[in-house]
């Protein structure tokens, strides 16, 4: 065989390589999409899906009537990942701005590691902060019986997402021409005018995109909210929410699917929860990347 | 044309410029005379870039850079503690070697400089971004498009959008450098005339690596070398009768 065939034989080798690898990415991705519909859908021969997804009542094993609303689980986890971004977005954004801008690049250079690092911590790790610490707190701040509330479980997803938020956010931000920065500099802008008018709005769907991933993480984390958020079965009203306990669709997933019996109403309709989060994840992501185009476009 | 008539705008004093250890600039004394083009040529690597970014103090951001020595802006220090470096760059403007548009629209792109010192008024507004993007001969070709995104422009004019940029805060100085280097000669013909038009009302400084252009546009020269000045005087005299062996030996294209 002559040098050339060989490389062309590797190449297509290779090339045959990662299609599979695609392939078998598309696949898993399909199936597991397959089975959550199939094994979910026994659900709704029991349960209107009206009163799946608008009934703030769920109680699949009264012994009168059994009910099968997830509303109070949905506003639950919408309240916990608000209640994350919310802290997380600026802090994230900050820090970044602050090691991309301002940080001596020693600094930076330590820094940016450890918070990747931070990424790895175990999420029942995080969840045992949230008990020992935050929650005794918060009971402690706002004067309230136990801390176990969806604002402990914001305060730890938001932990839990900042490494992604500063990693990502610093990535877009260092990416941003200096050239955009020394035209500002140049018209008499600060360096705060520069960062904000400038550097931030070039990132812009860099950040964003970073503020989707931790959102992603946020919805789907089931361990440390498991822990951290009480797992009370009540519908959360919203100008006390965040102080009061709550249970995500994800935790009622983990709580209940160890005890249900198979194939009645109940798993099934827990099947159905994770179709929902499955759903609404997508969704998310979806937004993020027509978003993201939007803004890329415009950036060119 | 005698210097002793004209009014020295801008001026350098035995300035030295340090990157860490690394000397770049060594004892150059250059004046920048109010309504005349002042051409720095030389060398790549010779300092040019280095000594304009001193008169806007656009080093100051570089770690470890230093600089020692005088540079006057009519009569005073630039450098003296109570000089306030966003007050100075707004009077000193620049234009960079690469045009560098914001990711904005052409209009944004000019109102920046106002809004960033709190300008708000609407007719106010378009009222500057008008005269200076006529002041930069750039209305014709954009006034149909003003929110179209300045990335949308060919090179030269972004180039001259930059400058329209420049002109909207209302400088008195404009620092050019090497402006043309990333265009084509059509667009750079635009530019030179655009120098020619705009040192009626403002003093420019114009680092160039292509002399021709030095000769065609500058009224005063400064030719430098390894960070020195080697000589500096009426254009006209540089490129027909130097002084200095080595600036003869620039001009006429035996090195650099
Ligand atoms: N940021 C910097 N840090 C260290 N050295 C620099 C820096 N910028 C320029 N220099 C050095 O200073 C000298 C002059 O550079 P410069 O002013 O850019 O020259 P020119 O514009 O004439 O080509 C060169 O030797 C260059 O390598
Ligand atoms: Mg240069």
């Not at chain 1, 999409?33 to 094994?39: K, Y």
């Not at chain 2, 500057?128 to 995104?149: F, P, Y």
Request: hydrophobic share 50%; glycine share 8%; net charge neutral.
């Amino acid at each position: 065989m002559t040098k050339k065939t060989t490389g062309r034989l590797k190449e297509s080798a290779i090339r045959a390589f990662f299609f599979a690898c695609g392939v078998l990415a598309v696949i898993a991705l399909l199936g597991i999409f397959a089975t959550l519909i199939s094994t979910s859908f026994p659900a709704f021969k029991d349960i209107k899906l009206s009163e799946f997804l608008l009934s703030k009542n769920w109680d699949p094993t009264s012994p009168e009537m059994e009910e099968y609303g997830i509303l109070s689980m949905i506003m639950s986890s919408f309240i916990v990942t608000l209640g994350a971004l919310l802290i997380a977005v600026p802090i994230g954004v900050g820090v970044a701005a602050y090691l991309s801008d301002v940080a001596h690049w020693r600094v930076r250079e330590i820094v940016k590691p450890v918070v990747e690092i931070l990424a790895g911590i175990p999420s029942v790790v995080v969840g045992f902060l949230g008990i020992v610490l935050f929650a005794p707190l918060i009971s402690k701040i706002f004067n309230i019986g136990h801390g176990l509330t969806a604002l402990n479980g914001s305060i730890l997803l938001a932990i839990m997402s900042l490494p992604t938020i500063i990693s990502i956010s610093e990535d877009s931000l260092t990416a941003v021409p200096p050239a955009y920065g020394e035209a500002s500099l140049a018209l008499g802008a600060s360096r705060w005018q520069t960062l904000f008018r400038v550097k931030l709005p070039a990132a812009l769907s860099g950040i964003i995109a970073a503020c989707m991933l931790g959102m992603g993480r946020a919805i789907g984390e089931t361990m440390t909210v498991l822990m951290a958020t009480g797992n009370a079965r009540t519908f959360p009203q919203l100008p006390q929410a965040l102080l009061r306990s709550v249970r995500t669709m994800t935790a009622n997933i983990a709580i209940e699917l160890g005890e249900v019996p198979y194939y009645t109403a109940h798993y099934y309709a827990l099947f159905a929860i994770g179709l929902v989060l499955f759903v609404i994840t997508f969704v998310v992501n979806l937004v993020a990347d027509v978003v993201l185009h939007k803004y890329q476009e415009r950036e060119l | 044309m005698s210097a002793e008539a004209l009014k020295i705008r801008m001026e350098t004093r035995d300035l030295d410029f340090y990157y860490g250890s690394k000397k770049a600039l060594d004892k150059v004394n250059i004046a920048c005379y109010e309504n005349r083009v002042t051409a720095i040529i030389g060398p790549s690597g010779c300092g040019k870039s280095t000594f304009i970014r001193t008169l806007n103090r656009m080093n100051d951001v570089i770690a470890g850079a230093r600089v020692e020595g005088t540079i006057l802006l009519d009569g005073r220090d630039i450098r003296l503690p109570d000089v306030d470096v966003v007050d100075l760059r707004r009077r000193v403007g620049m234009v960079f070697q690469k045009p560098n548009p914001f990711p904005k629209s052409i209009f944004d792109n000019i109102a920046y400089g106002l809004r960033i010192n709190g300008m708000r008024d609407k007719k106010r507004l378009e009222a500057v971004v008008e005269g200076s993007l006529r002041g930069a001969a750039l209305w014709d070709e954009v006034k149909d498009r003003l929110d179209e995104n300045a990335f949308s422009l060919s090179g030269g004019q972004q180039q001259r959008l930059c400058i329209a940029r420049a002109l909207a805060v209302e400088p008195e100085v404009i620092l050019f450098d090497e402006p043309c280097s990333a265009i084509d000669p059509i667009a750079t013909a635009k530019i030179e005339d655009l120098i020619e038009t705009l040192k009626k009302r403002y003093t420019v400084v114009i680092v160039t690596h292509n002399m021709q252009q030095a000769a065609r546009v500058s009224d005063f020269t400064a030719f430098m070398m390894l960070g020195e000045l080697v000589e500096f005087g009426v254009t006209e005299k540089i490129f027909t009768n130097p002084v200095n062996k080595l600036t003869e030996d620039y001009i006429t294209g035996r090195f650099g």
